[in-house]
């Protein structure tokens, strides 16, 4: 081979070693990501087992009281269970309607200029910060539900939930007018073809048509709002009790690790190893909406 041939064949050589390079960054990035949730399942489960040789996942399973800094030790997860599952349901029933009508509005009746005022304002809502929540729910939202309910306590799960609710609401109108606005338009023209509305054409051409990534804003709307931790610790009363009443106060599972974390429990005591056998808990818990939500997606995604 000459050295014309050769001259010939550098640009490909230096292109190949150039994409091979990138690919190794693009492979250590994606890596890290996986490493890093890896590393955080092994020290949640590595100190779980610590604490459940100490306590029987009977008790952990079964027990109605979580008392593990009282004398009288307890340490059934249900009461933890109750207020995350309480506040969740509180913040998907604001979120889910008032978000999916927000997407449909800019995405299908918006006018350009309010869709581009709009949605970055209600994306703002996610930028501010949760304790600023927690202190808006426990001085504003209580209070003034108060008025409506007067037996209402200072600290419940229902102004919580409600606000928590208000929190996600960009993260379920955002995706979800995405994955609507991603429908060919050909659907759309179709639909007006014989003579539907932009309603009827919204509601039962695009929702559909989007409903997989409409469910994907859904679940990462029930991760977020069941791994809130400042709103709930502020405005929820920190109790542990076993309750389905919404009126009530409660304690979350996030909630409990934040008023452990920052006492003075020993490290490697029973009391310290409570939180990551509730981290575990709340992780499992959020793989199970996840996995729900993968297979609704996947079903809808063939069915339409």
Do not use: C
Not at 20 to 40: G, K, P, Q
Not at 71 to 88: A, E, M, R
Not at 201 to 224: C, E, K
Request: aromatic share 10%; hydrophobic share 50%.
């Amino acid at each position: 081979m000459n050295t014309a041939q050769k001259n010939r064949l550098s640009p490909k050589l230096v292109r190949d070693l150039r994409e091979r390079i990138i690919e190794f960054f693009l492979f250590l990035a994606a890596l890290s990501s996986v490493a890093t949730t890896a590393a955080i399942i092994a020290i949640l489960l590595y100190e779980s087992i610590l604490f459940f040789q100490k306590v029987s996942l009977w008790e952990f399973l079964t027990d109605t009281q979580w008392t593990p800094l009282f004398d009288d030790k307890h340490y059934g997860i249900w009461p933890l269970v109750s207020g995350t599952l309480v506040t969740t349901v509180v913040a998907l029933v604001v979120a889910i309607p008032l978000g999916t009508i927000i997407a449909i509005y800019l995405s299908e009746f918006a006018p350009p200029l309010v869709r581009e005022v709009v949605k970055p304002a209600l994306e703002l809502l996610a930028g501010v910060p949760t304790v600023v929540y927690g202190y808006f729910a426990l001085l504003f939202v209580t209070p003034l539900l108060q008025t409506f309910l007067p037996e209402l306590p200072g600290f419940n799960m229902l102004s919580a939930g409600l606000v928590i609710g208000i929190m996600i609401i960009p993260y379920v109108s955002s995706l979800s007018e995405d994955a609507m606005r991603a429908v060919p338009t050909h659907l759309r023209e179709g639909s007006y073809a014989t003579g539907a509305t932009r309603l009827q054409t919204a509601l039962r051409v695009v929702f559909p048509a989007s409903i997989s990534g409409v469910i994907a804003a859904y679940i990462l709307g029930i991760s977020r709002a069941a791994g809130e931790t400042m709103v709930v610790a502020i405005a929820a009363g920190g109790q542990p009790q076993l309750t389905w009443n919404p009126m009530e106060p409660a304690a979350t599972m996030t909630a409990y690790i934040v008023s452990v974390s920052l006492g003075d429990l020993p490290h490697g005591s029973l009391e310290y190893e409570t939180i990551f056998a509730v981290g575990l808990s709340l992780v499992l818990m959020t793989l199970v909406f996840n996995i729900i939500g993968h297979f609704l997606t996947k079903r809808y995604r063939e069915i339409y």
